[in-house]
């Protein structure tokens, strides 16, 4: 039987493949357009003894330096209805393909449930790894199963819902293979295909304040999932930077939680601190507000800007040319965190992954 294609590239820019638009190189680089592609490469002994990297849209990456490590690249492409149930339609899609092309074509088909999660960058592959979410929805809401490749053994496996570990901006993948305990998969699994469980009997999610706004702007009460689709696309595109334009890598910290004594402890020095109650008791911090309230709004070290519209996303203020640095992003990084710990007394949690 032939062997399905590997793409190897050697010594190849990553500039256009990091949503920053960070300057770096890797030095080794295979990309994969299929589940077999990736079993073979594992088989053949590519990845053995080497440590690997999986690259999806590079939307959630900081890279500091040229990359060692051998970059797995998803290219696999392909979406469908793959069966129905009573409640359900099942849908499946590439880990290659475009997170928003993909919303785009459920939303036109008929099949609602992802429209708040339009228009975050990357691909689908890694949206299972980071649980996107936006708008009161995260992706675990309409999450199906999804395909993977053990990258040690080139075995083809299956995930449901539940062994996936899901948390806020947190699944099993980000853990590294017996981290406290629990499950974890960090640089183990590849994955290649996502399938997703979009209701039969849709509402719309509309509890969040931005587009509670739009309801009362545009006096329509019962949207249908284009109306908010658009809704969501243009909130999105108001506030926060698109990285064609503007590099950057979405919400650069989590959303802090603290106890709810802690939260009145703050509030009574900073009574205009933005909070939510969560339903486990706890009470979720904006981190924007925060460094914000911190003056870093709009400001800047060397070429890592604060973005002025939304101060939790970091920006490249540099140019292709000359491009920020993986260290100057992290020195910003640093510094915010500094400052916002002096005045709150809570450490942020970086949200991208750091090579
Ligand atoms: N705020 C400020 N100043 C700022 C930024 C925010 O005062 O510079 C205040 C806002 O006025 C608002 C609050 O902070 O009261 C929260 O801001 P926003 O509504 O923009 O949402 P967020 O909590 O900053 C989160 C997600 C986003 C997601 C939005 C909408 C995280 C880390 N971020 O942002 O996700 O799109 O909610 O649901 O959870 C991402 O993860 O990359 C991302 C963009």
Known sequence: MSQPPILVQKNVSLQAFN?????????????????DAVQSAVTQGLL???????????SNIVLTADVRQLVLKVEISGMSLVSETDKHWIVQVGAGVNWHD???WTVANGW???ENLALIPGVCGAAPVQNIGAYGVELQDRF?????????????????AA????????????????HAGAMGLKGRALITQVRFALPKQWRAELGY?????????????????????DWVVSIRRAKLPDPALIGNAGSFFKNPTVSEEQCADIIGREPNLVHYPLADGRIKLAAGWLIDACGWRGKQIGLAGVYEKQALVLVNRGTTAQSVTGGEVMTLAKAIQTSVFERFGLMLEPEPEVI
Request: glycine share 10%.
């Open 209 to 229: 304040l931005d587009l509670q706004k739009q309801v009362s702007a545009t006096g329509i009460t019962e949207p249908d999932a284009q109306q908010v689709l």
């Open 144 to 160: 199906h199963a999804l395909d993977a490749v053990d990258l040690e053994t080139g075995r083809a496996f299956t995930l449901q």
């Open 102 to 104: 993909f919303v785009c």
């Open 48 to 58: 053995r003894d080497r440590a690997h990297f999986v690259l999806g849209g590079g």
């Open 19 to 35: 949503t920053f638009g960070i300057a770096a190189r890797a030095h080794e680089m295979l990309v994969f357009q299929s589940a």
């Open 112 to 114: 609602p449930g992802l």
């Open 163 to 178: 062994q996936c570990g899901f948390g806020y901006r947190d699944s099993v993948f980000k853990h590294e293979p017996a």
